[in-house]
């Protein structure tokens, strides 16, 4: 996992990850849907088809939403996210379920994105309400294929999903 982190000198030029969109789409999301979706969490996808080669897509989320871990094997896919609005707490683990990293990415903060290598098993946690990340990987989607979901995390809507995520939020707090 490889870690953006902020320019470091005042002179550096300014980190903009989307300069060709504007604060539209993230308030439509974050302020109407996103709220309001039964996963909270809500995906608004830039690019034109599914079967493109580069997927692009702005990902609303609420802290109250449970991403179940998971890897991308068929075919192995690369990803990145940049946190523009908010915060997440992002993990990565082994196969057996260990967190292997942890990092804290905030919009404004040290860290704000990460680029991950394909078939790592990875979650984030939302911190702030409406946190929005602009994130990108491989395409096509296909949605059989697309996720390989770790045997070792609950399943989504599931009772042990809020406390698998305190378990998490506790790890970050513990390192």
Same mark, same amino acid.
């Given at each position: 996992m490889v870690v953006f982190p902020q320019p470091d000198s005042p002179t550096s030029p300014s980190v903009s990850p989307?300069?060709?969109?504007?604060?539209?789409?993230?308030?439509? @999301?974050?302020?109407?849907?996103?709220?309001?979706?039964?996963r909270r969490r809500v995906i608004k996808p830039f690019h034109r088809?599914?079967?493109?080669? @580069?997927?692009?897509?702005?990902?609303?989320?609420?802290?109250?939403?449970y991403i179940r871990p998971h890897r991308h094997l068929d075919p192995p896919k690369s990803e990145a996210w940049i946190? @523009?609005?908010?915060?997440v707490l992002f993990f990565t683990f082994e196969d057996d379920g260990r967190i292997r990293e942890t990092v804290k990415l905030a919009a404004n903060g040290d860290a704000f994105g990460v680029d991950l290598t394909p078939?790592?098993?990875?979650?984030?946690l939302a911190l702030e309400p409406d946190t929005v990340i602009f994130e990108i990987k491989n395409g096509p989607y296909v949605a059989a294929t697309d996720k390989a979901f770790a045997p070792w995390s609950?399943?989504?809507?599931?009772?042990?999903?809020?406390?698998?995520?305190?378990? @998490?939020?506790?790890?970050?707090?513990?390192?």
């Amino acid at each position: 996992m490889v870690v953006f982190p902020q320019p470091d000198s005042p002179t550096s030029p300014s980190v903009s990850p989307l300069p060709m969109l504007n604060d539209t789409p993230l308030t439509a @999301l974050t302020t109407s849907a996103c709220p309001k979706s039964p996963r909270r969490r809500v995906i608004k996808p830039f690019h034109r088809d599914e079967s493109e080669a @580069l997927h692009r897509m702005f990902n609303a989320v609420q802290p109250d939403s449970y991403i179940r871990p998971h890897r991308h094997l068929d075919p192995p896919k690369s990803e990145a996210w940049i946190v @523009l609005r908010g915060a997440v707490l992002f993990f990565t683990f082994e196969d057996d379920g260990r967190i292997r990293e942890t990092v804290k990415l905030a919009a404004n903060g040290d860290a704000f994105g990460v680029d991950l290598t394909p078939g790592v098993y990875h979650t984030f946690l939302a911190l702030e309400p409406d946190t929005v990340i602009f994130e990108i990987k491989n395409g096509p989607y296909v949605a059989a294929t697309d996720k390989a979901f770790a045997p070792w995390s609950p399943v989504e809507g599931s009772p042990e999903a809020s406390e698998f995520m305190q378990r @998490l939020r506790d790890a970050f707090e513990k390192r």
